[in-house]
């Protein structure tokens, strides 16, 4: 049996408005459920990369998609396809976490430019997910994500989820 996945997103909202007389409620609910199977097809993994990560101030790292990732079985991994990308500032940074492609070489995916950038300020989160198609990651020219600390002074800390395929 080999990888599964299910990436699941809720969100739920209660607005309460007192009134004169009363007080009333709306109730919000919404969940997205992405399942994934095991291989490399179409919603499909067989490639998973999870760690919790510190930058010192003002530093930034490039994550090679395409080749220097160690999985929890100490196996480098290695994606042609991200299915999807989970980013999670911790809520006790002072600076924000930027993601973005690489320099060079930079792994464009959902960024659709090398320019674009993620910011997300303490506690902040993203995710995004393909599960069809996937976002392609080019060995050599397109596999690195840049994660940096936006400031001096202190360290931050995120945490980084990528499920996608080898194929």
Same mark, same amino acid.
């Given at each position: 049996?080999?990888?599964?996945?299910?990436?699941?997103?809720?969100?739920?909202?209660?607005?309460?408005?007192?009134?004169?007389?009363?007080?009333?409620?709306?109730?919000?609910?919404?969940?997205?459920?992405?399942?994934?199977?095991?291989?490399?097809?179409?919603?499909?993994?067989?490639?998973?990369?999870?760690?919790?990560?510190?930058?010192?101030?003002?530093?930034?790292?490039?994550?090679?998609?395409?080749?220097?990732?160690?999985?929890?079985? *100490?196996? $480098?991994?290695?994606? #042609?396809? @991200?299915?999807?990308?989970?980013?999670?500032? %911790?809520?006790?940074?002072?600076? +924000? =976490?930027?993601?973005?492609?690489?320099?060079?070489?930079?792994?464009?995916?959902?960024?659709?430019?090398?320019?674009?950038?993620?910011?997300?300020?303490?506690? *902040?989160? $993203?995710?995004?997910? #393909?599960? @069809?198609?996937?976002?392609?990651?080019?060995? %050599?020219?397109?596999?690195?994500? +840049? =994660?940096?600390?936006?400031?001096?002074?202190?360290?931050?800390?995120?945490?980084?989820?990528?499920?996608?395929?080898?194929?």
């Amino acid at each position: 049996m080999g990888l599964t996945a299910k990436v699941i997103s809720i969100v739920n909202a209660a607005h309460d408005a007192a009134l004169d007389l009363e007080t009333v409620r709306s109730d919000y609910s919404n969940r997205h459920v992405h399942e994934f199977a095991a291989g490399t097809g179409n919603q499909q993994v067989d490639r998973k990369f999870t760690d919790r990560r510190t930058l010192a101030a003002s530093a930034n790292e490039d994550l090679d998609l395409a080749g220097s990732l160690v999985d929890a079985f *100490g196996a $480098v991994v290695s994606f #042609a396809k @991200v299915r999807a990308l989970r980013i999670k500032a %911790a809520p006790e940074n002072t600076n +924000n =976490v930027v993601v973005k492609p690489g320099a060079a070489n930079g792994f464009l995916g959902p960024f659709g430019a090398a320019t674009h950038t993620l910011t997300l300020p303490p506690g *902040g989160e $993203v995710l995004l997910v #393909a599960p @069809v198609a996937g976002w392609t990651v080019t060995p %050599a020219t397109g596999d690195l994500l +840049n =994660v940096a600390n936006s400031g001096a002074g202190t360290s931050v800390t995120y945490e980084i989820e990528v499920l996608g395929a080898s194929a």
